[in-house]
């Protein structure tokens, strides 16, 4: 027994030896927080998928399956946001902005709603137009205090314009807003979106996203953060 004991011992610190290098070469390998990746998307601090990486829960990304493969998305008032990237501009990343549609043929108003009060993120009036694609109605943008925010009135349907649509700047920062859209003649028969979207995103030359038709569902927007914020719940618009 006096002779196995020592034995165990020796085999045990020399499997520790061995295992030693291996668990850091493991966790050598681990992505540097900034440097992590789900799918072809970077994801930018303070973001990241594993706990090390976020410090709060508000910037935790997960990466989920979809059709097109696993895309990362953070989680804001319990809707999924998908992060395309990084943005051009400290405290701010992109992301796919949830599209409002209405169809003229069997409605004449519809409301679509984005909240994200109580949480440190915004929309910001300098990286962010408000636009609609469609013909013959005004689409409408108001603040949760049912304040407008600005509106834009698309073409009408009988003007022979191949990309029609309208935008507007909007007026202030935006942590909660409803979009209004509503059918101006008698001839608006045809669908039509409203979203915020990045200004930066389109060509100068007709800077409302292009391709939108009944399976689109997202553009394009910058979503901005306090970095000072607290969780105490205050509207950051301004």
């Known amino acids: 027994m006096g002779f196995h004991l020592p034995l165990y011992f020796i085999f045990l610190l020399l499997f520790l030896f061995?295992?030693?290098?291996?668990?850091?070469?493991?966790?050598?390998?681990?992505?540097?927080?900034?440097?992590?990746?789900?799918?072809?998307?970077t994801i930018p601090s303070p973001f990241g998928i594993h706990s090390t990486c976020y410090t709060e829960p508000w910037f935790r990304v997960t990466c989920n399956p979809t059709l097109n493969g696993v895309k990362p998305f953070i989680n804001v008032n319990g809707i999924d946001l998908e992060v395309l990237g990084k943005a051009l501009y400290s405290d701010a990343i992109l992301i796919n902005n949830p599209v409002t549609y209405i169809n003229c043929d069997s409605i004449n108003e519809v409301s679509g709603r984005v909240n994200l009060l109580g949480t440190p993120f915004f929309f910001s009036s300098?990286?962010?137009?408000?636009?609609?694609?469609?013909?013959?109605?005004?689409?409408?943008?108001?603040?949760?205090?049912?304040?407008?925010?600005?509106?834009?009135?698309?073409?009408?349907?009988?003007?022979?314009?191949?990309?029609?649509?309208?935008?507007?700047?909007?007026?202030?920062?935006?942590?909660?807003?409803?979009?209004?859209?509503?059918?101006?003649?008698?001839?608006?028969?045809?669908?039509?979106s409203a979203f915020i979207f990045s200004k930066y995103s389109f060509r100068s030359a007709y800077p409302l996203p292009t391709g939108i038709?009944?399976?689109?569902t997202h553009v394009p927007a910058v979503l901005n953060w306090n970095s000072t914020y607290c969780g105490d719940g205050v509207d950051f618009t301004i």
């Open 126 to 192: 300098k990286r962010n137009y408000f636009g609609s694609v469609g013909c013959g109605n005004l689409a409408t943008i108001l603040s949760n205090e049912a304040v407008s925010l600005g509106g834009c009135i698309q073409p009408r349907c009988d003007d022979g314009v191949s990309e029609s649509g309208c935008f507007t700047q909007i007026t202030a920062n935006l942590t909660s807003y409803t979009v209004n859209m509503t059918a101006m003649y008698p001839d608006s028969k045809r669908w039509a």
């Open 213 to 216: 038709n009944n399976g689109t």
């Open 18 to 41: 061995l295992l030693c290098p291996i668990l850091q070469a493991a966790e050598s390998q681990e992505p540097a927080c900034g440097k992590e990746a789900c799918g072809n998307i």
